[in-house]
């Protein structure tokens, strides 16, 4: 029986279906805990084949090369370095599993299979894995382990099931995605685990960007005294080292371990959408990305993420004027291009609604202009830039806001269309926050300029999409920052009238941005992905019909 552990905590950031790589990654990860002198290394949920790994799994051939990957890297195992704690989809019996998986003296020494399968939420966990029972602890050179992967920590069942068949410390591998404030969820849920088991426990987290979900890493440790012993950083792949000696109480306690204070707030949020953009981007091969420069603050905001994500040498600019775009659009969107250093062509999109005009004049004939001719200059300006991107190979990237999205101000086919769209899970108070915070602060490994990115004036202008002369957004829509609640309210929280009402907010005002919020359903379906920064964001975590006759709530 050993009465000192060393155990490494490896935050890395896997790519789904890409198997080698992972594992070159995690092969990586112990070659570095081995030289810190580490006895066992723990990695995060699944990360053989990257979470969510959704409908792989369901592909025999898929889990062959995942159980060939992992029993070949347990060979290496044999060398008398440390022992890995991996994650990997596992198959027994006929079914299969979501496994921790304990590589140690060149073999598979145990498995432990997830017992609580999410099932809400961006989580559909209990379509591809069977429910394992609950876990018992892994012996792991003279010390009892108690693994629970993931979920199995949100509940107190698994852990107490663990401390009662004599497991010493808490060990929990997860994929636990982004959102603003769940990073003190996770404390407290774990917190609560070592309050009813007196057990310590470590937490380890996936990093990295996967389509819509950010995992933010920011992995720990926790004493059996509840006291935080170590921390990794927020959105950043590490290799955290903590030490355990057991005491003469027979309690294992933490003795070294490192503690960065996780990224909170605006600089969390911003950090999520740059890592979720700069993910997509690289681990789909493109080459860049191409957006449309109005001048406005979605689009100067965008194109700061994508310069901080990829380096100004990988984003394209793009300011499509109309007869109605101002002056002073034009030279906000200049400068907004001169402070990030990227590039910013202009390509008036005059001559298309000149073409179109002339093309629908005799259908059109009799018609007054409507928002019809609206439409046509933001499918112009959408067109203009998929041929761009047809032609270079750039990724167009859509700059709308969660709160235009929530209520379709928005057109389809035009301003929507685009390989990803950043802050489509952004509310637009958010948006203007997010700014004055990137213009403060540059962020951790940004490739962007330190300082001013977001002319002051972008950010207080009245916004307006320039369709028509004199347009103002709050022409159609309430005031962002009564809107935002509003949409908050019925999004987020589900809250019903008399209590949106208590908040200030006028019922016509609620019934109108319901209805508003309803109709926009069959747009927001054909809308990009985007990085989710909150409980819900569109089509994941809300699934609402399209065709559905439930559209007054007072």
């Not at 933490?254 to 503690?259: A, L, S």
């Not at 960065?260 to 993910?279: E, F, N, R, T």
């Not at 067109?383 to 969660?402: E, I, P, Q, Y």
């Amino acid at each position: 029986m050993t009465d000192r552990l060393s155990i490494a905590l490896a935050q890395t950031n896997p790519t789904v279906g890409n198997v080698t790589a992972n594992i070159d990654r995690i092969r990586e990860a112990r070659a570095e805990a081995a030289a810190r002198g580490a006895d066992l290394v723990v990695c995060s949920e699944l990360v053989v084949c990257g979470y969510p790994p959704e409908d792989l799994v369901l592909k025999p051939f898929f889990l062959d090369l995942v159980e060939n990957a992992v029993n070949g890297f347990a060979q290496e195992t044999a060398d008398g370095g440390p022992a890995v704690l991996i994650g990997a989809p596992w198959r027994q019996d006929g079914r299969t599993y979501n496994a921790a998986v304990l590589l140690d003296g060149g073999k598979v020494a145990a498995v432990r299979f997830k017992h609580d399968l999410p099932n809400y939420g961006v989580f559909d966990e209990k379509r591809v894995f069977a429910a394992g029972p609950l876990p018992g602890p892994i012996n792991f050179r003279g010390v009892r382990l108690g693994v629970l992967v993931c979920e199995d920590m949100w509940t107190p069942d698994a852990a107490e099931t663990l401390a009662e068949t004599g497991a010493e410390i808490l060990i929990v591998p997860n994929g636990s995605p982004y959102e603003v404030d769940k990073h003190d969820r996770r404390v407290q849920l774990a917190v609560a685990r070592v309050t009813e088991t007196g057990l310590p426990l470590i937490y380890v987290n996936q990093v990295g960007g996967q389509d819509e979900l950010v995992f933010d890493g920011a992995s720990f440790a926790l004493g059996a005294d509840r006291a935080l012993k170590a921390q990794a950083p927020s959105f950043a792949e590490h290799l955290t080292l903590t030490r355990w000696e057991r005491g003469e109480d027979e309690v294992w306690h933490c003795r070294e371990g490192e503690v960065v204070p996780p990224a909170m707030g605006p600089a969390g949020i911003y950090q999520a959408l740059v890592l979720g953009l700069k993910d997509y981007v690289n681990k789909n091969r493109f080459p860049g990305v191409i957006l449309g420069m109005s001048g406005g603050v979605d689009s100067a905001l965008s194109a700061a993420i994508a310069v901080d994500a990829l380096g100004a040498d990988r984003v394209h600019c793009v300011m499509m004027p109309s007869p109605y775009t101002s002056q002073e659009s034009l030279d906000d969107a200049a400068e907004a291009a001169e402070l990030l250093g990227c590039r910013i062509d202009t390509i008036p999109i005059i001559p298309a609604m000149e073409a179109f005009d002339r093309m629908l004049a005799p259908a059109f004939a009799g018609r007054d202009p409507d928002i019809t001719e609206e439409n046509l200059q933001a499918r112009s300006r959408g067109m203009t830039l998929m041929a761009l991107s047809n032609k270079f190979g750039a990724m167009v990237l859509s700059t709308g806001n969660k709160s235009e999205m929530s209520v379709g101000y928005s057109t389809l086919y035009g301003d929507m269309c685009g390989g990803y769209a950043v802050l489509k899970d952004v509310y637009k108070t958010t948006v203007y926050e997010l700014c004055r915070w990137r213009n403060a602060n540059l962020p951790p490994d940004a490739r962007g300029p330190a300082g001013r990115v977001v002319p002051e004036r972008i950010i207080t202008k009245a916004p307006t999409a320039e369709l028509k002369p004199g347009q103002k957004d709050q022409d159609t829509l309430p005031p962002y920052d009564e809107l935002d609640d509003i949409l908050e309210c019925l999004v987020e929280l589900d809250l019903g009238i008399p209590d949106i009402v208590a908040r200030g907010h006028a019922p016509a005002t609620v019934n109108r941005v319901w209805r508003m919020l309803h109709l926009a359903e069959y747009k927001r379906r054909q809308a990009p992905p985007g990085v989710k920064i909150t409980r819900r964001i569109f089509n994941r975590d809300r699934r609402y019909p399209i065709t559905n006759g439930f559209t007054s709530i007072v």
